[in-house]
């Protein structure tokens, strides 16, 4: 017979499997930026069960916490706002609604959210309408706002081009800035030289982007980040 300890953590980690409730957002696969607003919604089937007056904590799964971020809410409700603080970002997120005072699991989000640092970047220069020559060395400038730590996030500088013309078809890289160390995010100012390789495709249609992301990410081989790249097209030529 199976001690009722067991019985409790078994509900627990697989009630969102059965549940009569169900998160339609945070969606699966998608991305959040950490410090706006993310509103948190979810249905009943068949509807009205469980009734609109049950009540349920409402928590976020991080791989190594359990965070409330919810208290006492109504299901008939159906929807809450919570504000992803500034400093929380991860690559696998997902949502439960547990029975107020209770563990018993209503619903988990089927699948992992991510949720991205808050930083914005915007490419500066080369912004379109440049000539450069393959083997030349560029300068490449951006401005980055509401940096969580210039510890923690850097810039990813590359060099793209699109066979088809400006910005259609799917974007060949061919040249990465990787300086030791990494830029921190706020150095765009003074900017970061990437070379265009000889070898690049001459009279093709390039941009520049720059990728933001978080140093934990990179560790754990996340690579999802908010990045800009050139406003128009650049071109590489003899």
Not at 56 to 77: D, H
Not at 172 to 197: E, F, K, M, N, Q
């Amino acid at each position: 017979m199976k001690k009722p300890w067991l019985l409790v953590l078994v509900l627990v980690m697989t009630g969102g499997l059965c549940a009569e409730l169900y998160i339609t957002l945070p969606q699966a696969a998608l991305s959040y930026s950490a410090g706006l607003n993310l509103p948190i919604r979810w249905g009943t089937a068949p509807a009205g069960i469980p009734p609109a007056s049950t009540r349920v904590s409402v928590w976020l799964r991080t791989q190594t916490a359990l965070v409330q971020i919810g208290n006492n809410v109504s299901v008939g409700s159906g929807s809450m706002n919570w504000m992803i603080p500034r400093t929380v970002f991860g690559d696998k997120m997902r949502v439960s609604m547990i029975r107020q005072g209770t563990t018993e699991v209503l619903s988990t989000t089927p699948g992992y959210f991510y949720i991205i640092p808050p930083t914005r970047v915007q490419v500066l220069a080369p912004n379109g309408g440049e000539t450069f020559r393959p083997g030349s060395t560029i300068t490449v400038r951006w401005q980055a706002t509401d940096i969580v730590s210039e510890h923690h996030q850097f810039a990813g500088v590359f060099l793209t081009y699109y066979p088809g013309g400006c910005r259609v078809g799917a974007p060949v890289y061919v040249a990465w800035a990787s300086p030791t160390p990494h830029p921190a995010i706020d150095s765009g100012g003074t900017g970061c030289r990437l070379t265009i390789p000889a070898s690049a495709p001459r009279n093709a249609l390039y941009v520049v982007q720059v990728i933001v992301q978080s140093q934990e990410y990179i560790i754990r081989g996340f690579n999802k980040g908010n990045y800009d790249e050139s406003d128009r097209c650049f071109t590489v030529a003899r």
